[in-house]
T-cell receptor, first 114, second 115 residues
Framework: DVKVTQSSRYLVKRTGEKVFLECVQDMDHENMFWYRQDPGLGLRLIYFSYDVKMKEKGDIPEGYSVSREKKERFSLILESASTNQTSMYLC?????????????FGDGTRLSIL | AQSVTQLGSHVSVSEGALVLLRCNYSSSVPPYLFWYVQYPNQGLQLLLKYTSAATLVKGINDFEAEFKKSETSFHLTKPSAHMSDAAEYFCAVTLISGGYQKVTFGIGTKLQVIP
């Protein structure tokens, strides 16, 4: 089974802080994704990476950046946290070029910005 | 452009009753369709997927979904609801867009099972 591990289940930070959310996978998947989940809005894609050192903007990249220095690790960075970034953040992985394959999700990080 | 519409953000059924969660998609090419389930305080797990092999797809925990091209639908059903089915369910469509595999999720349907 694919295991996707997000470093924190719950995180509380202050406005203006730089926040790092970490995601690690153990299945050698090329594609990794960061989503935020908000009630009534479903999952919205922030960034994705199709390979090491590669990244692409998703639908809502503003205020975020990412880093993928190693294949197994994909980091989401909030450069200067704001209260409207309070949300559930989900990391996911998938094998490359397999449209029929599902994504595998971590358990999420519930981030509160005060 | 592709999109996914889930009708009903909240659905309540009695234990033992039929579960029907609706999903309609819009896509200019044949899609790959997925249903995921999210239990409280967890990530999403795959329930089932449609990849053009068969229009009726069976998944885990007795869930199934039927792909109807004429109706652009992929509704999720289960004959008899169990208390443990209470969760949020997401329909998703995957297409190749700009050389990448773009996934679009619906807004989710929260299923409540009443004893």
């Amino acid at each position: 089974d694919v295991k996707v591990t997000q470093s924190s289940r719950y995180l509380v930070k202050r406005t203006g802080e730089k926040v790092f959310l970490e995601c690690v996978q153990d299945m050698d998947h090329e594609n990794m994704f960061w989503y935020r989940q908000d009630p009534g809005l479903g999952l919205r894609l922030i960034y994705f990476s199709y390979d090491v050192k590669m990244k692409e903007k998703g639908d809502i990249p503003e205020g975020y950046s990412v880093s993928r220095e190693k294949k197994e690790r994909f980091s989401l960075i909030l450069e200067s946290a704001s209260t409207n970034q309070t949300s559930m953040y989900l990391c996911a992985t998938r094998r490359r070029d397999r449209v029929d394959q599902p994504q595998h999700f971590g358990d999420g990080t519930r981030l509160s910005i005060l | 452009a592709q999109s996914v519409t889930q009708l009903g953000s909240h659905v309540s059924v009695s234990e033992g009753a039929l579960v029907l969660l609706r999903c309609n998609y819009s896509s200019s090419v044949p899609p790959y369709l997925f249903w995921y389930v999210q239990y409280p305080n967890q990530g999403l797990q795959l329930l089932l997927k449609y990849t053009s092999a068969a229009t009726l797809v069976k998944g885990i925990n007795d869930f199934e979904a039927e792909f109807k091209k004429s109706e652009t639908s992929f509704h999720l059903t289960k004959p008899s609801a169990h208390m443990s089915d209470a969760a949020e369910y997401f329909c998703a469509v995957t297409l190749i867009s700009g050389g990448y595999q773009k996934v679009t999720f619906g807004i989710g349907t929260k299923l409540q099972v009443i004893p």
